[in-house]
């Protein structure tokens, strides 16, 4: 009975521990719990929105435009009288999305990118690295006009090229850290005992390039968001009447003076979100590191 | 066949590059022309100063670092030339233990996990059983096992030393290259490490090779001794037959540095003048010469040839003119003469 136990607390352990591990020590961490009961909150109600709002994000209000808060508009309405609320609602559905999926992608295409092109070395990486040298150096905004033109407007061929562009940093970021940690006698160990490229590179070297790659990743969320806004501003992105929280920023500051509200609530929002994201991404990086224990 | 590996000719080159087109300009000679043989259940231990090219063979025979040339000859058949699949099946048999504990084990891993992960590789037995396996070699290298689930930085260097060994054993090799595994750990703390890697041969037959820079270590727990200059083996011997009586002039050199306990002992000190030269452009003829005291024309121009000053089943292999046949007989020559003139004289 007590060796059965002990076994399976073997098999739980393994395999899975350092996520476990890591999961055990982030809810030790209150600032990183707080942000991640906040973020999950903000999701649910922007996803939940049509059950929280009883507003279309489209629906005009020809009683009220460019209205201060009230009880009927509790954010407020814009010069075209739309609920500023169901719009900062519906704006977080795009601008979330966005977050992970182009920072899932971004991640994802960089770090193998990157922990491949250290891990070969030689002509494999420069050729590797060339490439994204030149990808670098073609103006993103360029590269995105063209994937938009091509693929025609979509909200997800937008996250696709922003993905795509931002992947770059990521790549070099990893290979960097890569580079240090493949001269290390671990991995010779790992050769020694017959590992595949596959498992040295995602087993050993990875894990081992967290902290920075999380680091890099909290800075990445808030970039997407805004170059998406800044997309939607030329036009290229989200358009009318679907909002975005960049978007209604965006908006926003164009009538600050007039109807402060209309730049408040969505900065907030998207504030928050960033705010929370940060110290889930901080409280990540501890967790993932066995010596913060 | 009592013998584990032989080793042929082993080189290995690093190449330089330079210029514009990254084109080979020099060689880093880091092993140069070593051959040696060892048997079942014996212990190797090389020495020499440090980029002398100790690590570098110990790596190129486990094929870490890809040899240039040589055969590596394991249990019969040459490993140099097996394909990646063959050679990881082989990889079971060789394994390695490493000098720096702090870099030799994977932060992220729990102990359990460093010690299994070959077993999983390797696909070697159930769940309980890899579990079983933990546990025994945990004991057998004196960690409680109620470390398993803790990470490595947790541990001191003696302890995270054992941990290294315990991975090296994990697929019971028969041959397991000891790359200073001593070196980089405090006194009291070594002779435990030492004593566990002379356990490990007495009760599981297992051939080491011990890299060393420290001969009264080495003294401690092998067999044969083989002594590195420059990438080359100038020397091998009996342990006690290399102590007893040091040929080349190199290994008296080194052997006269070791630190003597008794303060009274008068010792010959033979203070070796300048540095190593550098292995990309070694002396021509013997790469010793420039820094020996009995260095003669010969030397500078001819590379020693390999000459066994011992019996054939008690070898003492030398690689230094002053023991080729024509220097031998120069000398025999040169007692004989007076001799022979005081007869014609009286």
Redesign the interface.
Same mark, same amino acid.
């Given at each position: 009975m007590d060796k059965n136990t002990k %076994?399976q607390k *073997? *098999?739980d =352990? &393994?395999g899975l521990?350092?996520w476990k591990d890591a999961w055990k020590r982030l809810l030790k961490n209150k600032m990183a719990v707080f942000s991640l009961v906040v973020l999950g909150l903000m999701i649910l109600a922007c996803f939940g929105a049509p059950f929280i709002s009883s507003y279309d994000y489209s629906q005009i209000d020809y009683k009220a435009f460019k209205q201060a808060p009230s009880s009927e508009h509790i954010f407020g309405t814009d010069p075209t009288g739309r609920d500023t609320f169901t719009r900062v609602l519906y704006g977080g559905q795009v601008s979330i999305k966005i977050a992970i999926l182009c920072t899932l992608i971004s991640l994802s295409i960089g770090i193998t990118y990157g922990a491949t092109a250290a891990y070969a070395g030689g002509r494999i990486d420069n050729l590797m690295m060339r490439f994204v040298d030149v990808m670098y150096s073609l103006p993103y905004m360029f590269l995105v006009i063209i994937l938009m033109v091509v693929f025609g407007k979509n909200e997800y061929i937008l996250f696709m090229a922003i993905g795509a562009v931002s992947w770059l940093t990521m790549a070099r970021i990893v290979r960097g850290q890569i580079l240090s940690l493949k001269a !290390? =006698?671990?991995i =010779? *160990?790992?050769?020694?005992?017959? *590992?595949?490229h596959a498992?040295i590179i995602f087993k &050993?070297l990875v894990?081992?390039a967290l902290g920075t790659v999380i680091v890099y990743t909290t800075i990445t969320i808030p970039r997407v968001i805004l170059v998406e806004s800044f997309l939607s501003f030329l036009g290229l992105g989200i358009q009318e009447p679907n909002p975005s929280w960049g978007k209604l920023c965006v908006d926003g500051a164009s009538v600050m003076e007039t109807a402060p509200w209309l730049i408040i609530f969505p900065g907030l929002a998207l504030s928050i979100t960033l705010f929370c994201m940060n110290f889930l991404g901080d409280g990540l990086r501890d967790a %993932?590191d066995? !010596?913060m !224990? | 066949m009592d013998n584990l590996l032989e080793v042929k000719n082993l080189k290995k080159y690093f190449p330089i590059k330079g210029g514009f087109f990254r084109t080979v300009v020099g060689n880093v000679k880091a092993v140069d022309d070593v051959s040696f043989v060892l048997k079942k259940g014996k212990t190797l231990g090389v020495v020499g100063e440090s980029g002398c090219g100790k690590s570098t063979l110990g790596r190129a025979i486990l094929r870490l670092h890809e040899p240039t040339s040589g055969e590596v000859v394991f249990e019969g058949k040459d490993i140099t030339g097996l394909s990646h699949e063959e050679m990881v099946a082989k990889r079971r048999e060789m394994q390695i233990i490493f000098q720096d504990p702090f870099a030799s084990l994977n932060p992220r891993l729990t102990v359990f996990q460093i010690i299994v992960e070959p077993l999983e590789i390797h696909e070697i037995g159930t769940a309980e059983e890899r579990y079983e396996k933990v546990c025994s070699l945990m004991d057998l290298v004196g960690l409680r096992r109620q470390y398993m689930h803790r990470y490595p930085h947790e541990f001191s260097g003696g302890q995270r030393q054992r941990i290294g060994i315990a991975r090296a054993l994990t697929m019971n090799p028969k041959f397991i290259v000891a790359d200073e595994p001593v070196s980089a750990l405090d006194v009291s703390v070594q002779s435990q490490v030492l004593n566990l890697i002379r356990k490990l041969q007495q009760e599981f037959g297992i051939s080491f090779m011990f890299i060393a820079h420290d001969l009264a270590v080495v003294q401690h727990i092998c067999d044969d001794v083989a002594v590195m200059y420059l990438g080359r083996m100038v020397e091998k011997a009996k342990a006690e037959d290399l102590y007893k009586s040091p040929k080349h002039p190199y290994t008296q050199a080194l052997l006269s540095a070791i630190p003597q306990p008794d303060p009274n002992r008068h010792i010959d000190r033979i203070v070796l003048e300048g540095d190593v030269p550098s292995p990309i452009n070694p002396p021509s003829g013997c790469p010793f010469h420039n820094r020996c005291i009995h260095v003669k024309e010969i030397c500078k121009a001819v590379v020693p040839p390999v000459i066994n000053t011992g019996t054939a089943e008690n070898e003492h292999i030398v690689r230094c003119h002053l023991f080729s046949e024509e220097e031998q007989a120069k000398s025999k020559g040169e007692t004989a003469k007076p001799t022979a003139e005081s007869e014609t004289t009286s």
């Amino acid at each position: 009975m007590d060796k059965n136990t002990k %076994l399976q607390k *073997a *098999a739980d =352990e &393994h395999g899975l521990s350092l996520w476990k591990d890591a999961w055990k020590r982030l809810l030790k961490n209150k600032m990183a719990v707080f942000s991640l009961v906040v973020l999950g909150l903000m999701i649910l109600a922007c996803f939940g929105a049509p059950f929280i709002s009883s507003y279309d994000y489209s629906q005009i209000d020809y009683k009220a435009f460019k209205q201060a808060p009230s009880s009927e508009h509790i954010f407020g309405t814009d010069p075209t009288g739309r609920d500023t609320f169901t719009r900062v609602l519906y704006g977080g559905q795009v601008s979330i999305k966005i977050a992970i999926l182009c920072t899932l992608i971004s991640l994802s295409i960089g770090i193998t990118y990157g922990a491949t092109a250290a891990y070969a070395g030689g002509r494999i990486d420069n050729l590797m690295m060339r490439f994204v040298d030149v990808m670098y150096s073609l103006p993103y905004m360029f590269l995105v006009i063209i994937l938009m033109v091509v693929f025609g407007k979509n909200e997800y061929i937008l996250f696709m090229a922003i993905g795509a562009v931002s992947w770059l940093t990521m790549a070099r970021i990893v290979r960097g850290q890569i580079l240090s940690l493949k001269a !290390k =006698e671990f991995i =010779e *160990a790992a050769r020694s005992y017959g *590992a595949s490229h596959a498992t040295i590179i995602f087993k &050993h070297l990875v894990p081992n390039a967290l902290g920075t790659v999380i680091v890099y990743t909290t800075i990445t969320i808030p970039r997407v968001i805004l170059v998406e806004s800044f997309l939607s501003f030329l036009g290229l992105g989200i358009q009318e009447p679907n909002p975005s929280w960049g978007k209604l920023c965006v908006d926003g500051a164009s009538v600050m003076e007039t109807a402060p509200w209309l730049i408040i609530f969505p900065g907030l929002a998207l504030s928050i979100t960033l705010f929370c994201m940060n110290f889930l991404g901080d409280g990540l990086r501890d967790a %993932l590191d066995p !010596k913060m !224990k | 066949m009592d013998n584990l590996l032989e080793v042929k000719n082993l080189k290995k080159y690093f190449p330089i590059k330079g210029g514009f087109f990254r084109t080979v300009v020099g060689n880093v000679k880091a092993v140069d022309d070593v051959s040696f043989v060892l048997k079942k259940g014996k212990t190797l231990g090389v020495v020499g100063e440090s980029g002398c090219g100790k690590s570098t063979l110990g790596r190129a025979i486990l094929r870490l670092h890809e040899p240039t040339s040589g055969e590596v000859v394991f249990e019969g058949k040459d490993i140099t030339g097996l394909s990646h699949e063959e050679m990881v099946a082989k990889r079971r048999e060789m394994q390695i233990i490493f000098q720096d504990p702090f870099a030799s084990l994977n932060p992220r891993l729990t102990v359990f996990q460093i010690i299994v992960e070959p077993l999983e590789i390797h696909e070697i037995g159930t769940a309980e059983e890899r579990y079983e396996k933990v546990c025994s070699l945990m004991d057998l290298v004196g960690l409680r096992r109620q470390y398993m689930h803790r990470y490595p930085h947790e541990f001191s260097g003696g302890q995270r030393q054992r941990i290294g060994i315990a991975r090296a054993l994990t697929m019971n090799p028969k041959f397991i290259v000891a790359d200073e595994p001593v070196s980089a750990l405090d006194v009291s703390v070594q002779s435990q490490v030492l004593n566990l890697i002379r356990k490990l041969q007495q009760e599981f037959g297992i051939s080491f090779m011990f890299i060393a820079h420290d001969l009264a270590v080495v003294q401690h727990i092998c067999d044969d001794v083989a002594v590195m200059y420059l990438g080359r083996m100038v020397e091998k011997a009996k342990a006690e037959d290399l102590y007893k009586s040091p040929k080349h002039p190199y290994t008296q050199a080194l052997l006269s540095a070791i630190p003597q306990p008794d303060p009274n002992r008068h010792i010959d000190r033979i203070v070796l003048e300048g540095d190593v030269p550098s292995p990309i452009n070694p002396p021509s003829g013997c790469p010793f010469h420039n820094r020996c005291i009995h260095v003669k024309e010969i030397c500078k121009a001819v590379v020693p040839p390999v000459i066994n000053t011992g019996t054939a089943e008690n070898e003492h292999i030398v690689r230094c003119h002053l023991f080729s046949e024509e220097e031998q007989a120069k000398s025999k020559g040169e007692t004989a003469k007076p001799t022979a003139e005081s007869e014609t004289t009286s």
